[in-house]
């Protein structure tokens, strides 16, 4: 299974086997870790592995479930270090998957415990581990939004595109909110969020770059380049219901 196959599988796991991994996955782990692509190379970040197997770590929050390890994303704040942050973990995410173990996004957990040594701020907990229970699911059983109802085409997409909107549609958010709508031509996407004061939409930047991600694997699966980019002709317009966030170019 590679990370865009992975993209169709994956399913929130929230019943684990409080069993250990084997070390040599952590050690292939890092590996992967070190080889994450960026939306901002420049922003720092920090990635923390937490075995709670013995049952010593206490995380805090709404909705957490009880896993035998967490994964913590440290980062600076802010819109652009949120998408970013989303984008990076959902590689992480894939590869999980990709790997057999699962995984549950924990948005309003924190472990007190754990801080990074840099004073990067904690944005996102992962809990991950084997699943007790089903890992993955075929993708018609997602409670997904249809593609009419995420996408304005103003042109007639290509196979590839069309490919690349099935991927984004896969994409997990808050709550299953599912914020983006994009617009969409043969050679560019243009990304929006709802403008809907929802009780999580403070996760929107971080659901966009999740939704970036699995663009990107797409994209990459059938060979085409993109790029992200900001037309600030479309920033200075005022939308009544949707955030213009970025564009994506088709190379």
């Not at 990067?120 to 993708?139: I, N, T």
């Not at 909107?165 to 969020?193: D, G, L």
Request: proline content about 4%; charged content about 25%; aromatic content about 14%.
């Amino acid at each position: 299974m590679t990370l865009y196959e992975a993209i169709f599988k994956r399913r929130s796991v929230r019943t684990y086997k409080m069993e250990p991994l084997p070390q040599e996955f952590f050690k292939n782990f890092r590996k992967f870790e070190l080889g994450l692509q960026a939306l901002d190379s420049s922003i720092p970040y920090s990635v923390e592995i937490i075995n709670a197997l013995d049952g010593g770590v206490k995380i805090k929050g709404l909705f957490k479930v009880r896993a035998p390890y967490y994964l913590m994303f440290f980062s600076e704040t802010g819109e652009e270090a949120e998408k970013n942050a989303g984008y990076l973990m959902e590689q992480m995410v894939l590869y999980l998957t990709e790997k057999g173990i699962g995984t549950c996004y924990q948005g309003l957990a924190r472990i007190p415990a754990v801080s990074d040594p840099n004073g990067l701020k904690p944005l996102m907990v992962l809990a991950f581990g084997y699943a007790d229970g089903e890992l993955y699911r075929e993708s018609f059983k997602a409670k997904r939004l249809a593609l009419k109802e995420l996408c304005v085409f103003r042109e007639s997409p290509t196979e590839e595109t069309r490919l690349m909107m099935q991927a984004a549609r896969m994409a997990p958010s808050a709550v299953n909110s599912q914020p983006w709508r994009f617009m969409v031509y043969q050679n560019r996407i243009h990304v929006f969020a709802k403008k809907e004061k929802l009780p999580f939409s403070r996760f929107t930047a971080f659901d966009i770059g999740i939704v970036l991600c699995h663009i990107s694997l797409a994209a990459e699966e059938v060979w085409r380049d993109i790029e992200f980019t900001r037309r600030e002709q479309i920033a200075a317009k005022e939308f009544k219901n949707n955030q213009y966030f970025l564009s994506i170019i088709f190379i």
